[in-house]
């Protein structure tokens, strides 16, 4: 029941939990955002009708079917399976390869902020279709799958595809879908800072010689593998997700933003970005 | 899935690590040393065809320096008997 906060009683209590969690580097984008938006604007370039739908609102088939589509990508549903499945990797990760105990308090809040993420998303799912709310998706992507074998592959996959659902998150601000606008700037702040957890432990993998060596030679992997993460530039769905305000830009600029974000923080670390061409799959 | 499942069950044996049965709602797996049975990491199942091959070959010189596999030593000593002159010189290149 909302108490007039805007916030439900459930979620007040989930918002006072986050708080209470709030010290020494938890949360990461806490630093990210105090000097303003660290993810660039994604602006839409082309003409269309300004739609707007409310949850319970009638959705047009076509709408209705690229909405569902993309939720299904994004797969973080407290309903979804195979969402939980992959946390579940996490935590094996993070009991069997921690490297210090810090790192794995760290992973522990990971975890928390994308169950509640889940909780979230199922909230979506069920005022759009109620037997999507428990429907198994698993990942389709390769990158969800890449082995991790090491803290630094870990690193890359909070870096890399964490930051590639900030970066999604960042394009819902101007969702025609208005609960997926509402709470887009929670899942975005949310996801930055995991990719900033990432690039924490990057950053203290390369502090010595052998972790840089092994770092320099998984960033071959996992590169491809997160600009491919966006899908190929001719996708024949990008415009319709553009001309029903679902998505403000195609692949190839999103790809782009992303890769000049990435790209900076890599020559930050010491890294010369790899060949944008090379090992790719989807171009 | 149960032939990409096969391709990574192959292509991880040749450097001494076994897939485990599948975790949490079947997508992934996890990765265990064939010497002493340690987890030491874990993958999915939708990797695409050939991928899991290419991936742990490429890895080749980091099971051969210890900076992946079990701290055991199992996968270095895999790789050893694979091609002796490469794990030397991969010793080398990381002052394994």
Known sequence: ?283 | MDAIVEEIRRAYATVGITLDAPAAYGTYYRLLCAGCGRMVGNVGDHLLPGMAAELVAEQFELYASGLLGCPCGHQSQTTRQLDTPRWQAARQRFDA
């Open chain 1, 1 to 283: 029941m909302a108490d007039g906060s805007g916030l439900s009683g459930e979620m007040r209590v989930i918002e006072d939990a986050e708080r209470r969690g709030r010290g020494g580097r938890w949360p990461f984008w806490r630093p990210a955002y105090a000097h303003g938006d660290p993810l660039p604007k994604l602006t839409c370039q082309v003409s269309r009708p300004a739609y707007r739908f409310d949850e319970g609102e009638p959705l047009p088939d076509e709408y209705k079917e690229l909405l569902i589509k993309m939720l299904r990508h994004e797969g973080e549903r407290a309903g979804n399976k195979s969402f939980l499945g992959l946390m579940a990797t996490c935590l094996d990760i993070a009991e069997a390869l921690f490297p210090t105990a810090e790192a794995k308090l760290l992973k522990a809040e990971y975890l928390a902020e994308e169950l509640k993420h889940a909780i979230m998303f199922h909230r979506i799912a069920v005022g759009l279709q109620h037997d999507f709310a428990l429907r198994d998706v698993p990942y389709a992507h390769y990158a969800f799958h890449l082995p991790r074998e090491t803290w630094a592959d870990d690193a890359y996959f909070h870096f890399f595809v964490d930051l590639n659902g900030a970066f999604h998150a960042r394009d819902w601000r101007e969702s025609s879908y208005i609960p997926l606008a509402k709470m887009s700037a929670t899942v975005e702040r949310d996801e930055l800072g995991h990719s900033e957890m990432g690039y924490h432990f990057l950053h203290e993998i390369v502090s010595d010689r052998r972790g840089r060596e092994l770092a320099r030679r998984l960033l071959l992997k996992w590169y491809p593998a997160a600009l491919d993460m966006f899908g190929r530039s001719d996708s024949r769905n990008a415009p319709k997700f553009i001309q029903w305000g679902l998505k403000s830009v195609g692949n190839a600029e999103i790809r782009q933003a992303y890769k000049t974000y990435v790209d900076r923080k890599l020559v930050a670390l010491g890294f010369e970005p790899p060949d944008e061409r090379a090992n790719r799959r989807f171009l």
